[in-house]
């Protein structure tokens, strides 16, 4: 949660750990990643900013945020849904899109993304600004089958 000068909530992201209790919907089953315990799965989900917000640096405040807690709670995978006109932003945070865009039936169009979050090298190599991000903390030896599907979905 991102409060203003006042002390209002102005911002907030939700996390969820598939160890407690979030799935992949049905529609992507089996999911490409079935390997990766749960409890380094999180859904990340309502990243959401007020509209006078929009513009400023509070979302990547929470991006930020919401990477530095996955490293801190030993996630490697973070899953997330979101509307088609925002994969370009998530993209250049190093999330990967990993099937086509679908119709949810509660929150319409949604394309379905992850974001490996100790793939360092990829970071960098987009220039992403989570490279910068990790910056201090713990980053585990990549896993070479992430590696591997994030290079698929890449292709893809």
């Not at 309502?46 to 709670?73: D, F, I, P």
Request: charged share 15%.
């Amino acid at each position: 949660v991102a409060r203003d000068e006042a002390g209002v909530i102005c911002g907030a992201v939700r996390i969820k750990l598939a160890s407690n209790g979030w799935e992949l919907p049905e529609a992507f089953q089996p999911a490409p990643w079935q390997w990766v315990a749960p409890e380094h799965i999180a859904h990340v989900s309502r990243l959401m900013v007020e509209k006078s917000k929009h513009g400023s640096v509070l979302t990547a405040l929470l991006c930020k945020a919401s990477y530095q807690w996955g490293l801190v709670n030993r996630v490697y995978l973070y899953v997330i849904f979101c509307a088609p006109g925002l994969v370009s932003m998530f993209k250049r945070n190093g999330y990967l899109q990993f099937q086509d865009v679908y119709i949810c039936q509660y929150a319409g169009k949604q394309a379905p993304m992850c974001l490996y979050l100790h793939n360092l090298e990829y970071f960098e190599r987009i220039k992403s600004p989570v490279y910068e991000w990790a910056t201090g903390y713990p980053i585990s030896e990549p896993d070479s089958g992430l590696v591997n599907l994030m290079e698929k979905f890449l292709a893809s």
